[in-house]
C-alpha cells in the first residue's frame, strides 16, 4: 500500500515512487499542497541535516513536483513541524545551518512568489531575518589556500574531487564539458560559502564555514558560472545545493551595496579576487548514470530549469550538463 505522500502525489500525476518519509505533504485544500519539514531539516534543532540531504532541499522537490504534476495551477506552501514566532524571533541565527535554511526560504519565496509560499510563521520568521541581514553587514570566508591538484592525492578524497580538478584543468574539457567560451577562462575550485556577522569569527557564524563549498566556478565573459558536481552520486539535492550557491555568488559578489562582502584576506588564493560579472549561471553537472531517479528523464530535467530561469531576477539562471567518464558530453540541454 503506497504512503500517504505517494498517494496525494499520484493524484497530481507526479511520478515519483519514493519521495521522504520526513516530509508530511498535505492536500486537504486544493489547489495547495502543503509541505512540512521537521524541525531538524530546518535548521531549527540541536542536530540539523544538510541542507542536501533528501528531507532537507525542499527547493529540489518543490521543483520537481511544479514539473511533473499535470496541475499548472498548484501551488506549494512550505512549513516546519511545530515551528512558531518564537522560535527565531530575531537577530543571529543560533546555527549555520539554520541560517541557510532562512536565506533560502527568503531568495526561494521572493523569487518563485507566484506558485510557492510561507506558512504564516516561517513568513514572520522570514521577515525577521530580511531585517537582520538589511540590519548588519556580513563578510565571507575565503580560502586560505589553493585547491590541491595532485590526482591520486584527490581520488584518495573521493571521485568528484579527482573529476573537478580534470574539468577545471584541461582546456578542452572547459569548452566542450563545462561550456566556457574559452580555455583560458578564469577557474576556480572550492568556493568558500560561509558568512558571518561583522567580520570572520567563529562565534559570528550566519551560514556554516568550514569544508561548505560550491564545487568550482568560472568566469566567462560578465558571467559568473557556478557548477555543482556529483560523479556517481544520485542526490536530488542537487538542485537545493545549486540553488544556494548561486544566489551566495550573486549577492556576494554581483549585487553592489549589499551589506554580504567579500573577505578581502592579505593574499588571495584560488583566484577568489577575481571574481566578478554582472551576472550568474547555476550549472548542475553529473555523470550520465548518476542521476537520480527523479531528474534521469532529460525532458523533466528541462522542464525543471524552465521552471527555475521563471523567476523574479533575471541575474541569475540556471542549466544543465551531463557527461560520461570518458569525458565526452552525452546531452546537451
Not at 536565506?103 to 521572493?110: D, N, T, V, W
Not at 556554516?208 to 559568473?224: E, H, I, P, Y
Request: hydrophobic share 35%.
Amino acid at each position: 500500500m503506497p504512503s500517504k505522500n505517494i498517494t496525494i502525489l499520484n493524484t497530481l500525476n507526479i511520478g515519483i515512487t519514493k519521495f521522504p518519509g520526513d516530509i508530511s505533504l498535505n492536500y486537504d485544500n486544493p489547489p495547495k499542497l502543503v509541505m512540512t519539514l521537521t524541525q531538524e531539516a530546518g535548521g531549527f534543532s540541536e542536530k540539523p541535516i544538510n541542507m542536501q540531504d533528501n528531507s532537507a532541499c525542499f527547493e529540489a522537490w518543490c521543483l520537481i513536483i511544479k514539473a511533473q504534476t499535470s496541475n499548472p495551477g498548484l501551488k506549494i506552501e512550505l512549513d516546519v513541524d511545530g515551528i512558531t514566532v518564537a522560535s527565531y524571533p530575531s537577530g543571529k541565527p543560533v546555527n549555520g545551518h539554520l541560517g541557510r535554511f532562512l536565506y533560502r526560504i527568503l531568495k526561494f519565496s521572493e523569487q518563485y512568489k507566484q506558485w510557492f509560499e510561507l506558512s504564516p510563521a516561517l513568513e514572520e520568521i522570514k521577515k525577521n531575518f530580511k531585517n537582520y541581514l538589511d540590519t548588519n553587514k556580513f563578510e565571507t570566508n575565503a580560502p586560505l589556500n589553493e585547491a590541491e591538484t595532485d590526482l591520486d592525492k584527490l581520488l584518495n578524497k573521493g571521485l568528484e574531487r579527482y573529476v573537478e580538478q580534470l574539468l577545471v584543468d584541461t582546456g578542452s574539457y572547459k569548452t566542450k564539458i563545462l561550456k566556457l567560451s574559452s580555455a583560458s577562462a578564469i577557474v576556480g575550485r572550492q568556493l568558500p560559502v560561509g558568512l558571518f556577522v561583522g567580520t570572520k569569527a567563529k562565534d559570528h557564524v550566519v551560514f556554516t564555514g568550514g569544508t561548505s563549498a560550491a564545487d568550482f566556478w568560472a568566469v566567462d565573459g560578465d558571467t559568473v558560472k557556478v557548477y555543482e558536481l556529483k560523479s556517481k552520486n544520485s542526490m536530488v539535492g542537487i538542485i537545493t545545493e545549486i540553488f544556494f550557491y548561486s544566489n551566495y555568488v550573486c549577492d556576494v559578489f554581483i549585487e553592489k551595496g549589499n551589506k554580504m562582502n567579500p573577505n578581502k584576506p592579505k593574499k588571495y588564493y584560488r583566484n577568489y579576487d577575481k571574481i566578478k560579472g554582472k551576472k550568474v549561471q547555476g550549472i548542475m553537472l553529473s555523470n550520465s548514470d548518476g542521476w537520480h531517479a527523479s531528474l534521469k528523464d532529460v525532458a523533466s530535467r528541462n522542464q525543471i530549469i524552465d521552471i527555475m530561469n521563471d523567476n523574479s531576477i533575471e541575474k541569475i539562471q540556471y542549466a544543465w550538463i551531463e557527461y560520461n567518464f570518458k569525458m565526452s558530453i552525452t546531452v546537451t540541454p
